[in-house]
């Protein structure tokens, strides 16, 4: 049942990010959660490879994508929330209100 | 000269519209180059068409010469079909001569606003539509002819007509004249050519029962009607009526006139002018160049309903022209009257009868064109036109008033003149009209045009007798007028002289149409 | 280019032993150019020339005079006849002949014509050489002499006419001029009135030439006066059926130039013109066109139109009786010579109607010379006194004896005393009624010499004779004037003397044989020697009016006056009134017609049939409306605004959605992947 346990973690991990999503106003700790959600997905995928073991490696490869949009996503992200913590002085999202109607 | 039978016919028809386009590329301001640019260009097609008629065959003017039939529109095998023959002839060069002389009056007539670009241009794609009417032998090209002369006239009615306000009578509406007489104009003509279309439309369809293939070609149809191919039954009667309600509009015939009088009035001088000269006689060529040969039994037929319409419409125009207070609404109402003698012509179905309609048009464009002219110098010159103001105009303008009694004595028909021809050949037609017509009805007819020239005779007298006679009165007793002045001699002389040539040797005008409305009563009704 | 046919030359036919003239004849034509040549140049050039113009129509009259002269020699010597025509129109067959109809224009030299001719000139040259005097310092001078000059060449084109068509143009031409001539002072409305009615009276009269000539022309394939009369004379079948109708439209015509009961109305009125114009157009040579149209086509009267008659004559014998009457009360001299006008010209026509073609024409002929001179006199005494009643006048046989004695001779000549012209005609018109059976219109018209007399009496004897009434010095006109009256004296003498029945002058023959050169012979009655009862008859009437004139109108001032003001009931109004046939016309038709019933007809159109037009404009423009307002705007235009409505609300209450806050959208997105994944297992 080894694929199991992978899974239960993946499952805890997304979890815990989701809960983080919800729950923390700071923007980086959101960040952060959205990370382990990411990071969840990817035990999933690499889990279900190693499971079927198929030639094509497409868990793997999935799994690359996703640290590299996640990467990219982090940079961006952070960048944003320099930038309004610069003109702002506070990282508390719920204050970020611009983009409402 | 083989160049000038191939083109010559086209040049005569296009050339003014080209000198339309030329116009646009002078400056606006250059009024000078514009008029001058008008002056060449009419000239020009005046001259081409009086070189079509010093090179027309006159031995065969029953045939068509320089004739040109082109591909044009092969998906519904309508084709570039032009020609004349002894009909169509002498009012191709009445059309071409009065659009000059119409430029040359312009010269310095200008109606507000004044804008000498856009009316010139504007007459000039009227020549190409009213020549090129009288020129085309395909029905796509002639409908598109006749439509054509519509814009222009909607436009210079619409843009530098009578501003005044009037009411309409029982709707109580008060409308400002041009718009309504322009408006009125476009929508009556265009409600009886649609009809028309539709008359065209029926033939062609019809044609392909005779012949291998569809055709708008009129020669072709007037050869199927010689072989009376269309019958004389329900479809004949329905394409006969459509394309009457067309041409009688157009005409105008009695009850269908009553634009005339409000277009004419509203018109500007030179449009009225060319309205009464020219456009009027599209709809009654079209009589004797579409409706008889084509249909001839259902012309036969509806002869006697077209002398009714006719007559009434002589003694109806004349008794209205009794009441009219306002001079050039009076001339307008005349031509009721003038196209009444011209339609009853039409009507007695009689070679003779063919040739008093055409004498008749010519001559009522000459005459009624020249009255129109001096309707617009006068009202120039005393800005009105209510006779009950006028009065001693043979005083005050002594030449103004001789030119107006000799064309209202050629109007009302004097011997000698050419106004006498057409009402006394269209007598005679009446007097023993077709075969098969009922010759006590046609008589009748005469009688009532024979009265209807009394009448005629009684509203131009007395028209003269309140405008030229008597002395001024006082708001005009002290004033001095410029008598007739050089541009209107030079539109004028030629108008002068044409009516006197005509009256007394008509065989100008009948030396081309005879032989040619014979073979059209022979091919038509055989004998 | 343009056919020209050439010029049809007919010689004397039918045995009918007549030269074709020389040169004189050959040339005709230029007679009946020359006096629009004048007219032409004196519009042009008139204003300019020292005589106004005067001198180019004189000129032109001149020539004339001396071409129709030589003419009447020639035809009084050896008879002349040629016809020329020239085809100005080829109009169609009508569907019944091969050949084109055609329309001529040309000339015809014959008895008839010459005689005409000569008239025109002869009795033309006089009066305009009197206008020229009588119009000094006058208004349009010039124009006058053009009208003048117009006229006589439209009478000469009229009377040389060799078909119905010219002669319709000459006919209406010398309509057109008197128009112009009656009005020529139209600066008063009463002239162009007149003016206006001569016109309109004779266009009245046209319509029944112009029908009369549409009836005969295509029956005869032909408008030629020649080819009417050869048919007439042969009974052809192709004028059978309208001879009589066709016959009676041209009378019709004729009543109304040669002012006929009751077409005569205009020609009263028409002496608003200048005296010359009354004398050349009113008296001696317009008017009796209508004479001379029935004397052209007198074989269709004599041979086959004899019904008509029965109309034709009972007109005449009205018009010189009944009309006689009205010349006792006019005051105005002029208007007392235009209805005795009247009254002679019925006399003519009488003649022509029952047959007499000769006694008709020497009527026609003898009256020229004597109504010319009275009215010349007339206008020479006008002249002086400024004035045209006859109560202004009285006395003027002192201060003006030429002018009186030159009257006295017309007057006299003209009440039918022998030995002067009149007698001889008006003997010859009874003589041709008496012997053709039409005993009571003989003595109607005898009666009428009565009448004639006496108001001729009454004229001199007012106008010359007792005391002048009138206001400064009138004096004797100039040479100008009183030559033509001296001129036109002699003929009212002798001129009866070339027709006294039975009498020839050597080579020159007779008035009934001039006339009588014609190509078809006419076969009419003329006396062959003097009836002396019918003589003594008619003189003994003239003898009565003179006497009776006198008795009334003696030259006693005071009584002359007194009678003459007599104004008896009924009769007076009622001849004063002239019948009241011109209230008739101008009640009962004229103004009708001008005033409600043309007020009618222009409402017919405003507001009948201008109505339906602008109805169906209105009634489409209001359909118009309400496709627009109510189905495209308030109908497709409804369903694509509520759409677009609601999807506006929509989105405004869906926007609330868009709080901006990040952690609501994230709770949205697992929320809403939850319910994906529950949807899932249940699907599944």
Sequence with gaps: MVLTQFLVLGALMFSIGVFGLLSRRNAVTILLSVELMLAAVNINLVAFEAFWNTA????????????????AEVGIGLAIILLVFRNRASGNIDELDLMRW | MAWFESVGLSLTVFL??????????????????????????????????????????????????????????PAIG???HIGVDGISLPLLVLSAVVTLLAVIYSWDHWEEPRNVRGFLALMLLLATGMNGTFVALDL??????????????????????????????????TVTMRLYAAIKFFIFTLFGSAFMLLGFLALYFRSGDFLPANTFDIPALIALGAENAFGSGTFAFLVFGAMFLGFAVKVPMWPFHTWLPDAHTAAPTVGSVLLAAILLKLGSYAFLRISIPILPEMAR???????????????????????????????????????GFVMLGIATMTDVGFNASLIGMVAHGLITGLLFFLAGSMHHRYHTREIARLGGNQKLMPWMGGILAFTAMASLGLPGLAGFWGEFMSLLGAYRPLAGLSSSQFQ?????????????????????????????????????????????????????????????????????????VVNLARTAFGG | MVNVSLPLVLAATDGAELSSGGFFAATAWIMLLLPFVAFLAIILVGKRLKGLGAELAIGAMGINLVWASVLLVQNMLEGIYREVGLTIAEIGTLGITDQNLSFELGFVVDGLSIMMYWVVAFVGFLVFLYAHGYMKGDVRVPWFFASLSLFAGSMLVLVGAPNLIQLIIGWEGVGLASYLLIGHYWEHKPNSDAAVKAFMTNKVADVGLILGTILIGPSLGSFRFSALNQAAANHSESLEGVAVVGGLLLFFGAMGKSAQFPLHVWLPDAMAGPTPVSALMHAATMVTAGIYLMARTFPLYQEMATDARAIMLPIAVITLFVLGFLALVADDLKRVLAFSTVSQLGYMMAAVA???????????????????????????????VHSNNMSDMGGLRKSMPVTFWTFVVGAVSLAGVIPLAGFWSKDEILATLGHEGYTLFMWVAILGAFVTAFYMTRAVSLTFLGTYKGTGHPHESPPVMTGPLVALAIPSVVAGLFNIPGVTWGPIGNFTEWVGHRVVPMGDYHPKSIEWDLAAYGLIAAGAGILLGWRLFAPDAATQTARDRLRIPVLYPLLHKGYYIDDLYMKGVVNPIKGPVARAVDWVNAYVIDTVINGVGALTARIGELVYGRFDQQGIDLVLNATAGGTGWAGGRLRLLQSGKVRQYAAGFVVGALLLVIALVIVI
Aim: proline share 3%; net charge neutral.
């Design chain 2, 301 to 339: 037929e509806w002869a006697p309903f077209i002398g009714l319409l006719a007559v009434i419409g002589i003694i109806y125009g004349s008794l209205a022209c009794l009441a009219q207070t306002d001079v050039k609404r009076l001339i307008a109402f005349s031509s009721v009257g003038h196209m």
């Design chain 2, 140 to 173: 796509v090209l002639f409908f598109i002819f006749f439509e054509l002369v519509l814009l222009p006239m909607y436009f210079m009615i619409g843009i530098w007509g009578d501003s005044s306000k009037r009411r309409i009578p029982v709707l109580g509406r």
């Design chain 1, 56 to 71: 094509a490696a497409h868990g793997q490869i999935f799994a690359i994508f996703v640290i590299t949009i996640a990467a």
């Design chain 3, 354 to 384: 029952a047959g007499g073609y000769t006694a008709g024409l020497f009527h026609l002929f003898t009256h020229a010379f004597f109504k010319a001179l009275l009215f010349l006199g007339a206008g020479s005494v006008i002249h002086a």
């Design chain 2, 444 to 516: 009748t007819y005469m009688v009532i045009g024979a009265i209807g020239t009394v009448l005629t005779a009684g509203y131009m007298l007395w028209m003269l007798q309140r405008v030229n006679l008597g002395e001024p009165k006082a708001e005009w007793a002290d004033r001095s007028f410029h008598d007739v002045e050089t541009t209107e001699w030079l539109a004028w002389a030629p108008l002068i002289v044409a009516i006197v040539v005509i009256g007394v040797y008509p065989q100008v005008i009948l030396g081309s149409t005879t032989d040619a």
């Design chain 2, 78 to 80: 309508a084709r570039y």
């Design chain 2, 16 to 73: 003014p519209a080209a000198g339309a386009l030329a116009l646009f590329a002078l400056p606006k301001a250059q009024e000078n180059a514009q008029k001058l640019l008008a002056l060449v260009v009419t000239g020009l097609t005046a001259v081409l068409a009086v070189g079509v008629a010093a090179n027309f065959d006159y031995g065969r003017s029953e045939r068509f010469q320089f004739e040109v039939t082109e591909s044009w529109i």
